[in-house]
């Protein structure tokens, strides 16, 4: 039961440096979704995915970058870090089943906790 | 987007009931209520959702007001697994991916 996979899981970068965070899912979810989380704060949205070769900014998306050339895949690009994107980062996938459909339960992965010193 | 508004922290006794509140007076008729939780260096995990039933899972149940602008979590015996972060989350049918998550209550339990 692999889910959503995310690495690495610790990373330190130093300012101004680049880096990808990996994310993969196995559940041939159509929806995948990037979201970081500041301390004592809630989610996010950083980046989505409602298919492969379509991605839309979610409400932070300044110094982030993603694409989406598999239904498995959904990296995230950061560039040039900053100690602001300091933060846990998590990934997660849901499956569309329409407009009317109350569930499309978010799965997420374990989260990747990136330092920028 | 409508928002919650939830309790910053709440503390309960192992193997007592629960009842974690959260007030959605904005709420509009095509809102799913959505709660999930967040265990310690954890992603979110789903917990339960509905419309305007009162409903029921093997984790917890949902009761939501008549008017729907407030509903309840309810753990019915809580253990010590059960302390994490619980987000009230309004979800628009037509927006799958908007989710707005508030911080959340902080459940402690006391052993």
């Known amino acids: 039961n692999a889910g959503v996979t995310q690495t690495p899981k610790f990373r330190i970068l130093k300012i101004g440096q680049s880096m990808t965070l990996q994310c993969t899912q196995d559940?041939?979810?159509?929806?995948m979704y990037w979201y970081r989380q500041d301390p004592g704060m809630g989610l996010k949205l950083i980046y989505y995915?409602?298919?492969?070769?379509?991605?839309d900014k979610g409400e932070v998306p300044n110094g982030y970058n993603v694409s989406r050339s598999t239904t498995e895949d959904f990296p995230l690009r950061l560039e040039l870090a900053a100690p602001s994107q300091t933060s846990v980062y998590f990934c997660?996938?849901?499956?569309?089943?329409?407009?009317?459909?109350?569930?499309?339960?978010?799965?997420f992965g374990e989260g990747s906790w990136l330092t920028v010193v | 987007d409508a928002k919650t508004t939830q309790p910053n922290s709440m503390e309960s006794n192992e193997e007592e009931p629960v009842h974690l509140p959260c007030n959605h007076s904005?709420?509009?008729?095509?809102?799913?209520i959505h709660w999930y939780r967040q265990l310690p260096s954890q992603g979110p995990e789903y917990v339960i959702h509905?419309?305007?039933?009162?409903v029921n899972n093997r984790m917890a149940s949902l009761a939501i007001a008549e008017d729907r602008k407030s509903s309840t979590l309810i753990l019915h015996r809580a253990t010590l697994r059960d302390a994490a972060v619980y987000y009230c989350?309004?979800?628009?049918?037509?927006?799958?991916?908007?989710?707005?998550w508030g911080a959340g209550t902080k459940l402690i339990i006391k052993p």
């Open positions: 904005t709420i509009s008729g095509t809102d799913y």
């Open positions: 559940m041939n979810h159509n929806y």
């Open positions: 509905g419309l305007t039933s009162n």
């Open positions: 995915s409602v298919g492969a070769g379509i991605t």
């Open positions: 989350i309004l979800r628009d049918a037509d927006s799958n991916y908007q989710l707005i």
């Open positions: 997660a996938s849901s499956a569309d089943r329409g407009r009317f459909y109350s569930g499309n339960t978010i799965y």
